[in-house]
Every structure is written in structure tokens, then in C-alpha cells.
């Protein structure tokens, strides 16, 4: 069955450092959302990308979307403390309408 | 406009015993989903409504969970018996979507279960 799989586990980062998760697809997706978690939080909605090769922005988050819309990737420049939590992909495949989390990147922000 | 609303928010229970979860979904969310978060993982779909039909409920573990969504609005998952293994976090979300295109989901707080 489809898997969504993201690297790393965990990112510890001074303050003011960039920070990357990625994420893979064992399947080509329709498309993929990514979601923030605080601690003791629940999953809230980031963004969701569409269309191959696609590059959103929101502030210091780029998130891209691979040619192969196998892979995504979000990227947060000069983190800040606000930042931490678990960041969750979600893909969904193009045969139905299952969104398949990742097991999420952990960061953490030493201030 | 009020979020996804779920209870109990903590539930504790010892194994063998009963338990149930609420949720109430946004107004107007045609599509109901619960997730099960394990600690340092990923939510994992259990079942997906739209409106009072289950149309995924491929993950849910028959034997002991059954979940219902009457009338297409507010949703009970049922645990019973509960097992040590079934202590997580359960997840409530909607979407205003259907299963061609899912859109955002709008997660509850969770109900946090603890088995002993």
C-alpha cells in the first residue's frame, strides 16, 4: 500500500538556524498538504500543494512539490522559537481520497 | 465560527472496559474522519464519513471498534473491549470535501485515551 515516509525523525537547531524536512512517496500523489503540531496540540493545516514542481511560500516556510509529485519538501529559514513542533506531511493518491500521513519531523528550537 | 469539537478530552480506563468518543464537526463539513496518533507518529486514518455513509473504514479493527455517524452530523467512535494497546490519541477531523479532492483537514483537540 501507499507509504509516506519523512526525514529526519527529529531536527534540533540553534535559533536564527535554517531548518529542512523532506518527504517521499513509495507512490505518485495528487497532491500533498503539510500540517504543524505543537506539543500537547492537534494537527493544523499549513498548506497544500497541487501542481508538479510547485514552490509556496508563506514567510520564512517555502514548501515545494517535487516533479514527480513523489516528493515534497518544507523548509523554514532563520527558525525561531514559535516554530517548534511536528511537522506532518499528508499525501493523497489518485485513486480515492485516503490522505496518508508521514510519521513527522520533530523541531525543536534552542533559543 | 466554532472548530471540531470532540470529548472526553482524557479518558482512563482499565483494559477490558468500554469506551466512547464524541465528535461534532464543523457546520457544513460533508466528510468525517477518525484518526488514531500513537506517541511520535503520524495520525492513521480509522474511518472516513461523508455525510453517514462509511465509505473507507478499511483500517478500523472490526472486532472490538465500531464507530457510527448518524444523520451525517455528529460521530461516536466505540472501543470494547479496550486493550492496553489502545492507548493513543484519537483524532476527530472534517472537510468540507469529498473523496475526489480531500482539501484541509480540521482537526478537534483529541481524546487522549490511557488504558491500565
Known amino acids: 500500500g501507499q507509504q509516506v515516509m519523512q526525514i529526519p525523525q527529529y531536527q534540533h537547531v540553534q535559533e536564527g538556524e535554517d531548518f529542512t524536512t523532506y518527504c517521499n512517496s513509495s507512490?505518485?500523489?495528487?497532491?500533498i498538504q503539510w500540517y504543524k503540531q505543537r506539543p500537547g496540540g492537534h494537527p493544523v493545516f499549513l498548506i497544500q500543494?497541487?501542481?508538479?514542481?510547485e514552490v509556496k511560500k508563506q514567510k520564512r516556510l517555502t514548501f515545494q512539490f517535487g516533479e514527480a509529485k513523489k516528493n515534497s519538501s518544507l523548509h523554514i529559514t532563520a527558525t525561531q522559537t514559535t516554530d517548534v513542533g511536528t511537522y506532518f506531511c499528508?499525501?493523497?493518491?489518485?485513486?480515492?481520497?485516503?490522505?496518508?500521513f508521514g510519521q513527522g519531523t520533530e523541531l525543536s528550537v534552542k533559543p | 465560527e466554532a472548530g471540531v469539537v470532540q470529548s472526553p478530552r482524557y479518558k482512563i480506563i482499565e483494559k477490558k472496559q468500554p469506551v466512547a468518543f464524541w465528535c461534532n464537526p464543523i457546520?457544513?463539513?460533508?466528510?468525517l474522519y477518525w484518526y488514531l496518533q500513537n506517541l511520535g507518529q503520524g495520525p492513521e486514518l480509522l474511518i472516513r464519513?461523508?455525510?453517514?455513509?462509511?465509505?473507507?473504514d478499511s483500517q478500523l479493527p472490526k472486532d472490538r471498534f465500531s464507530a457510527e455517524r448518524l444523520k451525517g452530523v455528529d460521530s461516536t467512535l466505540k472501543i470494547q473491549p479496550a486493550e492496553l494497546g489502545d492507548s493513543a490519541v484519537y483524532l476527530c477531523?472534517?472537510?468540507?470535501?469529498?473523496?475526489?479532492?480531500?482539501?484541509?483537514?480540521?482537526f478537534g483537540e483529541g481524546s487522549r485515551l490511557t488504558v491500565l
Open positions: 507512490t505518485t500523489l495528487s497532491n
Open positions: 500543494l497541487v501542481k508538479s514542481g
Open positions: 499528508a499525501g493523497q493518491n489518485n485513486q480515492g481520497g485516503k490522505l496518508i
Open positions: 464519513y461523508e455525510n453517514e455513509e462509511a465509505v473507507d
Open positions: 477531523a472534517s472537510s468540507p470535501g469529498t473523496s475526489g479532492y480531500t482539501g484541509e483537514l480540521f
Open positions: 457546520s457544513g463539513h460533508n466528510t
